[in-house]
């Protein structure tokens, strides 16, 4: 079965601090596909990064980065010197290319990230 | 590129009506689309997937008579929300991908309906 564990329901933070959100998963399947998302009150899913299971190179973009470690099926998300309009739900997801999961992107329960000024 | 939009934004309706929402890929042709329904302060639960010119597929516990999906064209799919009730008001979101593009593995997500049923 496939799963995606967030388990910070919610993080608050003040403004400027750095803050990691974290993301394991469960999948039996080889080739898969990471993503991460973020949701602002609006409701519009925003795309962060997508990540595939053969690339375990950490990558940064901006005051973004993250950390995939396939040994430990976590695929964590840094925001750096965070910002009010960071405020937002962030959701870590999981997309199989082969198998029984095949095309389904399996969502993770978001994590609420508040950034107090 | 590769934009979904979703009509209409927010719809208001009354219990035992049923309501229409338009799925479109406005700039690539999407084959296969998907339905996902998220309640307040929930995650997104994929609701089904359609397929160009076949039938939806449905997740378990989703009702396929309650909720139809058609994928007439490779630009618009629609979910029709059949007598609907106060239970369904939620928050729908499409998503398309396009196998020809440069990403054919790319979900693009639409902006989602807020649908509230008094």
């Known amino acids: 079965a496939q799963k995606v564990t967030q388990a910070q329901t919610e993080i608050s933070v003040v403004e400027k601090e750095d803050v990691t959100l974290d993301c394991v998963y469960e999948t039996r399947d080889t080739t898969y596909y990471l993503f991460w998302y973020k949701q602002p009150p609006s409701g519009e899913l925003v795309f962060l990064i997508r990540?595939?299971?053969?690339?375990?190179q950490n990558e940064i973009s901006g005051r973004y980065s993250w950390n995939f470690q396939k040994s430990t099926s976590s695929f964590n998300f840094t925001i750096t010197a965070s910002q009010v309009v960071d405020s937002a739900v962030y959701f870590c997801a999981l997309r199989s290319l082969l198998g029984t999961s095949y095309d389904k992107v399996i969502f993770g329960p978001g994590t609420s990230l508040s950034v107090i000024p | 590129g590769a934009v979904v939009s979703q009509h209409p934004s927010r719809v208001i309706c009354k219990s035992g009506t049923s309501v229409k929402i338009e799925c479109r890929s406005l700039d690539f042709q999407a084959t296969t689309m998907f339905w996902y329904r998220q309640f307040p302060k929930q995650s997104l639960m994929l609701m089904a997937t359609?397929?160009?010119?076949?039938?939806?597929?449905?997740e378990q516990g989703v009702e396929k008579d309650k909720f139809l999906i058609n994928h007439a064209s490779l630009t618009l799919s629609t979910l029709t929300v059949t007598s609907a009730h106060p239970e369904d008001s939620s928050f729908y979101i499409c998503?398309?991908?396009?196998?020809?593009?440069?990403?054919?593995?790319?979900?693009?997500f639409g902006p989602g309906t807020r649908l509230t049923v008094t």
């Open positions: 359609s397929n160009e010119g076949s039938k939806a597929t449905y």
């Open positions: 998503s398309a991908s396009n196998p020809n593009g440069q990403d054919p593995y790319e979900q693009y």
């Open positions: 990540r595939n299971s053969f690339d375990e």
